[in-house]
């Protein structure tokens, strides 16, 4: 098909979507089975004991108990925004979407998390105080057909999400994926190149508990088709995406993703350090290790052909340094980095978080991994990063501790492998 043709199938696509909508029609878009019943009209609420209990549930009014039975198990076109997976990333860009009057569903595998999220709304504390009445369900209560969904789930969990959403895939799905870890092609594989849209995350966030989100800051995302083209669904995204941080549309999403996976082994090094990232990034000691680490991915990106994009303080390309006035440069990026995280609410990395607060295994495969394996496929090797996953796995399984040991570790191999403070190159 070609792109003219593609593009107005999309057109197409919401035009139905949206008449679905006007004309109320008994197929629902994104419903929970739990809340898959319709607001009066008008936005108007029945008094008494049973709408008060309605209200501590979270679900939708109804008229009355007789109405209730009657319409059970009826669904309607109430949600055609579905959020699967209500955590950092996910809660916060879709607190503001409902904030703003879209009309969603959350969804998210942690019970507690919905029950919250029902009962009390979703609040976000941080960089911006703010709480929103949420509907959720877990993931075995989803109903389809599904209208737009962002995904946000851990990448270890994209299969498992998968396993839901695929079957519930109608003509107008599309998924967003805002998660770390290159997932769009995983997400193609069961659903089709046409159902995706890439997605790169740059802001802050933590889970603090359930229906409690903390905004460690302010940042931006890019959006963008895996093939470069622009289409017409990209800007309707976009807005959407807009409430929450700065938007952008992209010809090469695919830049931006290994961008961010060449960065995450900065936030990993922050990670097994424990330090902050301010301390970490501008520590003179640690700086050639840290140069080394990404330069490492970068020389994988280069064999990949890959355009790699910069994003806030940090530029890929000047990590790999050949010349000690390009190493000054890159330590220098290394200290704008630091200096622009001294202002965040959040100062330590989600990898961090994983091991230090919620005592979890982290993305290390689907990240720092990710760029081993795409490297290894091209003869390129990245001894450094290999060995900074061990260190993770090893804090994951409750072998090692957590402090600058770890990096001091990493910096006598760094020197083995390249004797230069530069680096590989």
Excluded at 325 to 344: N, Y
Excluded at 345 to 362: E, I, N, Q, Y
């Amino acid at each position: 098909m070609d792109r003219v043709a593609r593009a107005g199938g999309h057109a197409e696509g919401y035009r139905r979507q949206a008449e679905r909508r006007r004309t109320e029609s008994h197929q629902g878009a994104g419903l929970c089975e739990t809340h898959g019943r319709p607001r009066l009209r008008g936005g108007r609420r029945h008094a008494g004991a049973d709408a008060r209990n309605d209200r501590r549930r979270g679900e939708a009014l109804v008229p009355g108990r007789e109405g209730l039975r009657r319409q059970a198990r009826v669904t309607l076109p109430v949600a055609p925004i579905t959020i699967y997976g209500a955590g950092a990333i996910g809660g916060i860009v879709d607190a503001h979407m409902a904030q703003a009057g879209e009309d969603l569903l959350f969804v998210d595998k942690v019970a507690e998390h919905v029950s919250a999220m029902n009962a009390r709304g979703l609040r976000i504390t941080g960089s911006k105080e703010l709480t929103v009445p949420a509907r959720a369900c877990v993931p075995r209560d989803l109903r389809g057909p599904l209208g737009t969904v962002f995904l946000a789930v851990k990448s270890q969990d994209t299969q498992a999400a998968l396993d839901t959403i695929a079957p519930l895939a109608g003509p107008d799905t599309v998924v967003v994926s805002l998660q770390n870890g290159m997932n769009p092609p995983a997400i193609a594989a069961r659903l089709g190149a046409e159902r995706v849209v890439g997605a790169f995350v740059s802001f802050p966030a933590d889970w603090q508990g359930p229906g409690h989100i903390e905004q460690g800051g302010f940042g931006n995302i890019w959006i963008g088709e895996m093939d470069g083209r622009i289409s017409e669904r990209l800007p309707r995204i976009q807005r959407l995406l807009a409430y929450s941080v700065k938007a952008h549309i992209t010809s090469n999403i695919v830049g931006y993703l290994w961008s961010k996976q060449v960065d995450c082994s900065l936030l990993f090094a922050q990670a097994v350090g424990d330090q902050t990232f301010a301390d970490t990034f501008s520590n003179a000691r640690y700086q050639p290790l840290l140069v080394a680490l990404v330069g490492e991915g970068v020389g994988a990106a280069l064999a990949a052909g890959v355009k790699l994009e910069g994003f806030g303080a940090f530029e890929p390309l000047k990590m790999r340094p050949r010349t000690p006035a390009e190493e000054a440069e890159a330590r220098a990026v290394l200290d704008r980095f630091a200096d622009s995280t001294r202002s965040q609410v959040k100062v330590r990395s989600g990898p961090w978080r994983d091991l230090a607060v919620r005592k979890r295994p982290t993305e290390v495969d689907h990240m720092v991994g990710w760029v081993i394996d795409e490297g290894r496929r091209r003869r390129i090797a990245l001894p450094l990063n290999e060995e900074l996953v061990n260190q993770v796995k090893e804090l994951e399984q409750g072998r090692r501790s957590r402090g600058p040991h770890n990096l001091d570790e990493l910096e006598a191999l760094r020197a083995k492998l390249y004797p230069s403070s530069m680096g590989p190159h």
